[in-house]
């Protein structure tokens, strides 16, 4: 197996990790803890007792983000399962590693919103759930980074196949 197909293989790994970490941040409700219970994007639970989030504007943007993520990194990651799949398809690896990259910058700016909204209060210490988010977002960029450079590699070879080789 070449570099380009090693490539290809390491960022659908790696597109898949991040999705299942993007995904789980985003169902989980334990991004903060706090006295007494603990909350996420969706839901907050006091003393055992869970209730919705009334709407919040950077709980919101948080969320859209988030959800965004996760939509864009299923796509991207099945691009380039098709990309691992299908040799021959090289115009999709692009598209691809630009949706990786885009998927890391939603994640940046959801966690970013959120770490601020939230990162001044004293009793409020940030879980699991968002240590996951966290977690996914170098997943998605070195995704993006594969497929990029095997997508190079592929453009390279093309380009120099017609040249005779003389050494």
């Known amino acids: ?6 490539l290809q293989s390491g960022g659908v790994v790696l597109s898949f990790m991040a999705n299942v970490f993007t995904v789980l941040s ?3 409700n334990y991004w903060t803890r706090h006295q007494g219970g603990h909350s996420g994007l969706w839901q907050e639970c006091n003393h055992g007792v869970c209730s919705n989030i009334p709407c919040q504007t950077t709980l919101a943007v948080t969320a859209a983000c988030m959800v965004l993520a996760v939509g864009f990194g299923i796509v991207s990651m ?5 990309i691992r799949c299908h040799p021959g398809e090289s115009l999709r690896a692009q598209t691809t590693s630009a949706l990786h990259f885009l998927c890391g910058l939603l994640l940046l700016i959801a966690f970013v919103g959120y770490t601020v909204k939230n990162a001044w209060k004293n009793d ?7 240590f996951s988010g966290w ?3 170098p997943f998605s960029i070195l995704a993006g980074f ?7 590699i592929a453009q390279s070879t093309e380009a120099i196949s017609g040249f005779p ?3």
Request: with cysteine; proline share 0%; net charge positive.
């Open 1 to 6: 197996m070449g570099v380009r197909r090693s």
């Open 78 to 82: 099945i691009m380039g399962l098709r």
């Open 26 to 28: 985003t169902a989980t």
């Open 165 to 167: 080789v003389c050494l």
């Open 124 to 130: 409020v210490f940030f879980s699991w759930s968002y």
């Open 135 to 137: 977690l996914a977002l």
């Open 146 to 152: 594969c497929f990029l450079l095997a997508d190079m």
